[in-house]
């Protein structure tokens, strides 16, 4: 007894989730739970991180994708799966090459005064400094990482793989190196794939530009939204079946500005119906007329440096920058009376994914995979069902589609930040050799001179591989035959292309096996007016902030409230109140039952012969929320898997159950009711930590860990609770239903008609229902409790009740005589205000059940509930008028 008044003393009146995060989580750590082993009895279950960007420290996105993670480990864990969840981070290629020359540039230094060795270590510096910060973050999160098999994707393991991969697609003719048309970002300095374009929608101009006929005969015009771009130009072409220019096909012009002579050609690909249906034809800077181009076997002739200024071949213009080029090309051309007009044109231009700059379509010699046999099983796995893509209605048939029509992946880049190229040139004879290190002897001449390829991969081509290199691909190791292939990918949709369509074909092809049975794509998190978040916009928020400020389950349980499946949030900050406000719930709870409790273990299930008609509504509907709550897991439903437990908590347990309970715990009350209640309500209390620890890991176990047994460990391992079909109880839950509803009905005539709370009411009822009657003559000590009540009497339908409020519950009349608790006048005016409501409703009802287009067009459930709700509102009017009657 001493001892629980000593803990009685120390429950802290409000929740502190400081003290109570960082010291759970280093317990777990130390506890080893996050562990995973090989272990042939268990079922494995995993998940690989997509690995954030040493880029930058994490953001509010990374919070919500990682938490996603985790409630999936955690309800695994749980569930007795050995959970390995893979963590690490990415080189990140372009991006980290990007901030790291940026923080020179403020030096006024570039990556070429440091050199390529001094470079790449100052970049390494920085990853060390980011990697750790990302760390620190996601356990702050309370992510379940196994943090003993943190990768990094330019780690030794890691890059082995990448060589191995890069040979033995080379080595099978998949990977080329060719003079092709690619993306290029004149301020990276690098080539670019498709997916790094970003499309803008932009107003800009068409200039229509004379090119004269060599002959003398007049001129062809051409419409071109790049102007200097003409420098290159090689041809004119127009439609073979174009009537217009059919006569001049095989003659020449000569290129303004240029005075070059160029040929007029005739190609199916151009549109007539485009500007004047001649179009100009520049090989070297446009994929449309590069195809041209080796059709007619023209000349390429490149105009640009590689940072987007002109070179020589562009004689007067050269060292321009493309768009003072492009003004002066344009100026010259007025000049010369070769503009004949210019027009506002919109247009969807290229930009750099990384770094916002137009791109320009430039042709450069880079390597490339071809893609179009990899894609064929990553679309078989998707179509048979093997691979499940989350929300499929949203994100399938993009999946499908770009893998239908890709096209060949350029995964060269001019930089130095990466896995280097491995092929070898042999300084003699030219030879080209792929190979983990540099060889020996040249096989065609045994030279022993060589040069490396200066280019590094795109930095993809390592984060396509992360499923199975993490688990030691090449090497054919246990934990790869165990943990591979991985359960879910949980990603943002934004990187389906770049990474997770790329991954499903690397398994495929290097494993034979996709690489995770599910993926999920969560929504992207925006401002709270729908904006994207971004350091330009000043509109982030910082996750560490957040924790610090509310808590990481006040992030946690906000961030997935908000969420419904696959959709984007708009979020801001005050929303995490909406966190901490439930834990601030939980915790009350918690101190209720903890200030009522002297014996925490008692089995609930000793008590079944004191089980009220309470106890047995709170046992089965807590067997319906924990099966829906895994249900809805197993279903990526999670935002609904966590709104059924909330609402289960909040609004059942604390609402109801806790007040239900109140007075069989006070100290008048029988013993054996006392402690029969007091085990119910710490069984369901348990129970609910267990559902909602995936959501909140630290309250839950803070709680849990204070009323657990003394031979439980800990919430994390402890298994997730099961239902137990029996207890389930759809009477006793309408019979609950029932009383609640009386409950409300006459705490809302109380609270409308200013009923003092301090009174007691008499109720008065008219009913057939001797069942109903019966049931509420039984649990008159709930109404006296919360609606405060002191007496009920049944009263024949003929009697007049006067002076009285009224309510109907399922067809049952309830009076509350108001003589001596308020005043008359009120109440009449009141009904009369509830009798206008009802009728315009009523009256409504009646039009839409008489309109003929809503009978045709809406499912037949729906008219049916609307004729049902109409006869409930009628009858429910006919007795409000009649008691209207009463009182006047
Ligand atoms: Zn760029
Ligand atoms: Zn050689």
């Given at each position: 007894m001493a001892d629980t008044i000593k803990e009685k003393m120390e429950i802290p009146k409000t929740y502190n989730p400081k003290d109570v995060e960082d010291r759970w989580y280093q317990e777990w750590l130390e506890k080893g739970y996050f562990n995973a082993e090989v272990n042939p009895d268990k079922k494995p279950y995993t998940i690989v991180i997509p690995p954030p960007n040493?880029?930058?420290?994490?953001?509010?996105?990374?919070?919500?994708?990682?938490?996603?993670?985790?409630?999936?480990?955690?309800?695994?864990?749980?569930?007795?799966?050995?959970?390995?969840?893979?963590?690490?981070?990415?080189?990140?290629?372009?991006?980290?090459?990007?901030?790291?020359?940026?923080?020179?540039?403020?030096?006024?230094?570039?990556?070429?005064?440091?050199?390529?060795?001094?470079?790449?270590?100052?970049?390494?510096?920085?990853?060390?400094?980011?990697?750790?910060?990302?760390?620190?973050?996601?356990?702050?999160?309370?992510?379940?990482?196994?943090?003993?098999?943190?990768?990094?994707?330019?780690?030794?393991?890691?890059?082995?793989?990448?060589?191995?991969?890069?040979?033995?697609?080379?080595?099978?003719?998949?990977?080329?190196?060719?003079?092709?048309?690619?993306n290029w970002c004149p301020r990276c300095g690098t080539a670019i794939s498709d997916e790094e374009v970003e499309y803008k929608e932009l107003t800009g101009r068409l200039w229509h530009i004379k090119y004269p006929l060599k002959n003398g005969k007049g001129h062809l015009v051409v419409a071109t939204t790049r102007p200097e771009t003409m420098l290159g130009d090689t041809a004119v072409a127009v439609h073979p079946e174009d009537e217009r220019y059919a006569a001049l096909i095989g003659q020449t012009v000569i290129l303004p500005l240029m005075e070059r002579e160029i040929p007029i050609i005739g190609d199916r690909q151009v549109d007539p119906e485009f500007g004047t249906g001649a179009v100009k034809v520049t090989p070297a800077h446009d994929p449309n007329d590069f195809e041209i181009g080796k059709r007619h076997k023209l000349e390429e002739i490149n105009i640009l440096n590689d940072d987007g200024s002109l070179n020589q071949s562009t004689k007067q213009y050269t060292g321009l920058d493309r768009f003072d080029a492009r003004k002066k090309v344009v100026e010259d051309l007025e000049k010369l009376g070769l503009l004949l007009k210019i027009e506002e044109h919109h247009h969807s231009v290229g930009h750099c994914h990384r770094c916002d700059t137009i791109i320009e379509p430039w042709l450069s010699e880079q390597w490339f995979v071809r893609m179009k046999e990899m894609a064929k099983?990553?679309?078989?796995?998707?179509?048979?069902?093997?691979?499940?893509?989350?929300?499929?209605?949203?994100?399938?048939?993009?999946?499908?589609?770009?893998?239908?029509?890709?096209?060949?992946?350029?995964?060269?880049r001019q930089l130095w930040w990466g896995h280097r190229i491995p092929v070898y040139y042999c300084q003699k004879c030219g030879e080209m050799v792929a190979a983990q290190e540099q060889p020996d002897h040249c096989p065609k001449c045994q030279g022993n001179e060589w040069k490396q390829d200066e280019n590094v991969l795109d930095t993809w081509f390592s984060s396509w591989l992360w499923p199975f290199s993490t688990l030691g691909w090449p090497d054919e190791t246990p934990d790869l035959a165990y943990f591979y292939p991985t359960d879910v990918l949980a990603t943002g949709p934004d990187i389906i292309f770049f990474w997770v369509a790329r991954m499903v074909m690397a398994g495929m092809e290097f494993m034979e096996e996709i690489p995770f049975r599910d993926v999920y794509l969560n929504g992207i998190i925006r401002d709270n007016i729908g904006r994207k978040m971004s350091k330009s916009l000043g509109n982030g928020i910082d996750p560490v902030d957040i924790i610090d400020r509310y808590s990481a389950d006040a992030m946690r349980f906000t961030l997935l409230m908000l969420s419904s499946e696959g959709q984007d949030i708009n979020l801001s900050e005050s929303h995490f109140e909406m966190g901490r406000n439930f834990s601030n719930k939980i915790w009350n709870a918690y101190r209720f039952l903890a200030l009522?409790?002297?014996?925490?273990?008692?089995?609930?299930?000793?008590?079944?012969?004191?089980?009220?008609?309470?106890?047995?509504?709170?046992?089965?509907?807590?067997?319906?929320?924990?099966?829906?709550?895994?249900?809805?897991?197993?279903?990526?439903?999670?935002?609904?898997?966590?709104?059924?437990?909330?609402?289960?908590?909040?609004?059942?347990f604390c609402d109801w159950y806790l007040e239900l309970i109140k007075f069989r715990l006070s100290e008048e009350a029988d013993p054996e009711q006392k402690k029969a209640v007091r085990a119910i309500a710490v069984h369901v209390m348990k129970t609910c930590m267990g559902l909602l620890h995936s959501y909140i890991p630290f309250i839950s176990e803070e709680i849990w860990q204070r009323?657990?047994?003394?031979?439980?460990?800990?919430?994390?391992?402890?298994?997730?609770?099961?239902?137990?079909?029996?207890?389930?109880?759809?009477?006793?839950?309408?019979?609950?239903?029932?009383?609640?509803?009386?409950?409300?009905?006459?705490?809302?005539?109380?609270?409308?008609?200013?009923?003092?709370?301090?009174?007691?009411?008499?109720?008065?009822?008219?009913?057939?229902?001797?069942?109903?009657?019966?049931?509420?003559?039984?649990?008159?000590?709930?109404?006296?409790?919360?609606?405060?009540?002191?007496?009920?009497?049944?009263?024949?339908?003929?009697?007049?009740?006067?002076?009285?409020?009224?309510?109907?519950?399922?067809?049952?009349?309830?009076?509350?005589?108001?003589?001596?608790?308020?005043d008359l006048t009120v109440e009449r005016?009141?009904?009369?205000k509830e009798i206008d409501r009802l009728v315009n409703q009523v009256n409504g009802l009646n039009k839409k059940l008489l309109n003929k287009q809503f009978l045709e067009k809406a499912p037949e459930k729906v008219v049916n509930q609307e004729k049902e709700k109409l006869r409930d509102f009628s009858e429910k009017l006919s007795k409000l008028n009649k008691n209207l009657e009463q009182l006047n």
């Open positions: 040493v880029t930058a420290a994490l953001h509010m996105g990374h919070a919500y994708n990682n938490t996603i993670q985790d409630i999936f480990i955690r309800y695994r864990r749980k569930q007795g799966y050995e959970t390995l969840w893979l963590p690490g981070t990415d080189h990140a290629g372009i991006a980290t090459q990007n901030v790291v020359e940026k923080e020179l540039r403020r030096k006024n230094k570039t990556r070429f005064d440091l050199g390529r060795e001094a470079f790449v270590e100052r970049v390494w510096e920085w990853r060390e400094q980011y990697g750790n910060r990302i760390i620190f973050q996601l356990k702050k999160m309370g992510c379940s990482c196994d943090w003993r098999r943190e990768r990094f994707t330019m780690d030794e393991g890691l890059s082995r793989a990448v060589l191995e991969v890069f040979i033995r697609l080379y080595q099978k003719g998949l990977i080329y190196k060719g003079k092709y048309i690619i099983p990553a679309i078989e796995v998707v179509q048979a069902g093997r691979l499940k893509i989350h929300p499929a209605e949203r994100w399938l048939k993009t999946y499908i589609n770009w893998l239908e029509n890709i096209r060949d992946w350029c995964i060269s009522n409790l002297d014996q925490p273990h008692d089995d609930y299930q000793n008590y079944k012969q004191h089980y009220q008609l309470a106890d047995h509504w709170i046992l089965s509907r807590l067997q319906t929320t924990i099966s829906e709550v895994g249900k809805n897991l197993d279903n990526f439903r999670l935002n609904d898997s966590l709104n059924g437990v909330y609402h289960f908590f909040w609004h059942e009323l657990k047994n003394e031979d439980d460990d800990s919430l994390v391992i402890s298994a997730w609770p099961a239902a137990k079909q029996e207890l389930v109880d759809t009477g006793v839950e309408r019979d609950m239903q029932f009383v609640q509803n009386v409950i409300v009905a006459i705490r809302n005539i109380r609270s409308e008609m200013n009923v003092p709370p301090g009174s007691k009411a008499d109720l008065v009822i008219k009913s057939d229902d001797k069942q109903r009657l019966a049931l509420l003559n039984k649990q008159s000590e709930y109404l006296n409790r919360l609606a405060r009540v002191k007496s009920i009497r049944e009263v024949p339908h003929a009697e007049k009740v006067t002076g009285a409020a009224m309510a109907v519950v399922e067809n049952i009349e309830l009076f509350i005589p108001l003589a001596g608790l308020i005016n009141r009904l009369q």
